[in-house]
């Protein structure tokens, strides 16, 4: 454990905790992350895990930024509008932390890219919140075995699940199939109150660290809401499902496919 | 007296909290369960903190002294794994 005496001071607070100490914050600087969106949810995930000093953190996103944008991805800012997302995040993480090396994947993901841009990496983080791409993730996830940390927000409730390929419960488990589109609101009905990403995506973030440092309890086999209004976290059992056509003992869903995009991403 | 064998030195005089615990805590990393590491320090609010530290950590304190005006030794024998 060779820390320069900056990096001492910077993790200083990692170190001293019995669960982290250098060996765990080792750990996490060799730990590579990849998130899919650098958006609402992207943004505080990123953030801290380039805190914490997470060695490698790729994005991908390929979107620009846009001033509507600013009111809850706090990653970006008036200097980086129609900048691309991942490229602006990029600037703000390694800005924060310059031994974060933050691999930027301008493309959109499909059924095509997918595995090859998730098999290097350890973790998984979806941030994209629209429904072709969580199930192309969770689909991709199963089939790579790779832990997915998955969050998702609308308006003013959250929800956080962690996926541990065949120990727990996938997305599929949880609902078979995507909803039909016209029961998720349109962009123009979705709202969402700004601090609400930053909330759902510290959850993320703090899934993250535990499964590369092996500490506690990952919430697989549980997803947890989170209801600003009424200030509730209610964390629900999710059992893995045997007849689960992508994680189950028979699966049906062998190879990916893709979902047409008319849902609305936040 | 029986004497208590070393298995690590470690200086960290000229530190301050809270890198004094830092470095306490990556030194006796360092070290196997059931070795000890010695300690020798200036920064008087860690000759209290840093042995309290490490019992926390579920380590033994073998000794806390001052061994003249500005310094302490303190010895700790690891007693679980990190
Ligand atoms: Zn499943």
Redesign the interface.
């Given at each position: 454990?060779d820390?320069s005496e900056e990096q001492?001071?910077r993790y200083?607070?990692h170190?001293?905790l019995?669960e982290v100490?250098?060996?765990g914050q080792k750990k996490i600087s060799e730990a590579k992350v990849l998130m899919v969106g650098a958006g609402g949810l992207g943004c505080p995930v990123g953030y801290y895990l380039a805190a914490a000093g997470v060695g490698t953190i790729a994005i991908v996103d390929n979107d620009e930024v846009e001033l509507s944008n600013l009111q809850r991805q706090i990653a970006h800012s008036v200097k980086t509008l129609g900048v691309n997302k991942a490229e602006s995040a990029k600037q703000t993480f390694e800005s924060l932390n310059p031994d974060v090396n933050v691999v930027t994947i301008k493309e959109r993901l499909n059924s095509k890219n997918v595995k090859d841009l998730f098999k290097d990496y350890d973790i998984i983080v979806d941030g994209t919140d629209n429904f072709p791409t969580r199930y192309l993730i969770n689909d991709a996830c199963v089939m790579l075995k790779k832990p997915l940390v998955s969050g998702a927000i609308l308006r003013f409730e959250g929800q956080v699940t962690t996926i541990l390929p065949h120990e727990g419960h996938c997305y599929r488990c949880l609902f078979e199939e995507p909803p039909p589109p016209g029961l998720v609101p349109s962009c123009q009905e979705a709202g969402v109150l700004g601090v609400l990403p930053g909330v759902i995506g510290a959850l993320q973030a703090t899934e993250v660290l535990k499964l590369i440092l092996g500490k506690g309890k990952p919430l697989s086999g549980y997803l947890l809401i989170y209801d600003a209004l009424g200030v509730n976290f209610r964390k629900v059992k999710v059992p893995k499902n045997k007849d689960c056509a992508v994680c189950g003992d028979n699966p049906t869903i062998t190879e990916l496919t893709d979902l047409p995009e008319e849902y609305c991403s936040i | 007296m029986e004497d208590i064998k070393i298995d690590k030195n470690l200086d960290i005089r000229g530190e301050v909290c809270?890198?004094t615990?830092?470095?306490s805590?990556?030194g006796i990393?360092?070290i196997e369960v059931g070795q000890v590491i010695e300690i020798i320090l200036d920064y008087p609010e860690a000759a209290d903190s840093v042995p309290k530290?490490m019992e926390?950590?579920?380590h033994k304190v073998l000794k806390i002294e001052k061994i003249n005006a500005k310094e302490w030794i303190l010895q700790v024998r690891k007693e679980v794994e990190?």
């Open positions: 454990m820390f001492l001071k200083s607070r170190i001293i019995p100490g250098g060996k | 809270p890198y615990l830092v470095k805590k990556l990393e360092m530290a926390n950590y579920g990190d």
